[in-house]
């Protein structure tokens, strides 16, 4: 989908999350028909390309894109642009959508565990995991 109107929200929609998770949605199943396996062509295609190269390309761009989330966000603390902020993290989720595509995942599932975590105090979901990852390794 290349035309402006696929990425234009859809204003019929009345909840916002909805539409995100919708656009969202549509953007894993493009990165999903650059797979080389679905003829995704590494000349034509920036993703297909990237996938080509491997995880370890992906995972090397995920690296940058959040070093330059990291160096937006401090930079809006002294007066920088928002929209600076905005770019970088949109970079760094594309590319976390790359990685998550190469692996057969997509956003549906690491929206699912989010909710999965809503109402769970970050701290008490810390020690949860913590202690899961202990008991795995006994």
């Given at each position: 989908?290349?035309?402006?109107?696929?990425?234009?929200?859809?204003?019929?929609?009345?909840d916002?999350?909805t539409s995100s998770?919708?656009?969202?949605a549509?953007?894993?199943?493009?990165?999903?028909?650059?797979?080389p396996a679905?003829?995704?062509?590494?000349?034509?295609?920036?993703?297909?390309?990237?996938l080509h190269?491997?995880?370890?390309a992906?995972?090397?761009?995920?690296?940058?894109?959040?070093?330059e989330?990291?160096m937006?966000?401090?930079?809006?603390?002294?007066?920088?642009?928002?929209?600076k902020?905005?770019?970088?993290?949109a970079?760094?989720?594309?590319?976390?959508?790359?990685?998550?595509?190469?692996?057969?995942?997509g956003?549906?599932?690491?929206?699912?565990?989010?909710?999965?975590?809503?109402?769970?105090?970050?701290?008490?979901?810390?020690?949860?995991?913590?202690l899961?990852?202990?008991?795995?390794?006994?």
């Amino acid at each position: 989908p290349s035309s402006r109107s696929s990425r234009t929200p859809n204003p019929s929609t009345s909840d916002p999350m909805t539409s995100s998770t919708d656009d969202l949605a549509r953007l894993a199943a493009v990165i999903e028909s650059r797979k080389p396996a679905h003829g995704g062509d590494p000349q034509k295609s920036y993703v297909a390309r990237l996938l080509h190269k491997g995880p370890d390309a992906i995972l090397k761009k995920i690296g940058e894109e959040a070093t330059e989330a990291v160096m937006a966000a401090k930079d809006l603390e002294h007066g920088g642009d928002r929209q600076k902020l905005v770019n970088e993290v949109a970079d760094l989720w594309f590319h976390c959508m790359i990685a998550l595509a190469h692996h057969g995942l997509g956003p549906a599932d690491v929206v699912a565990e989010l909710v999965r975590r809503e109402g769970l105090s970050g701290l008490e979901e810390k020690a949860l995991r913590k202690l899961r990852e202990r008991e795995a390794g006994e």
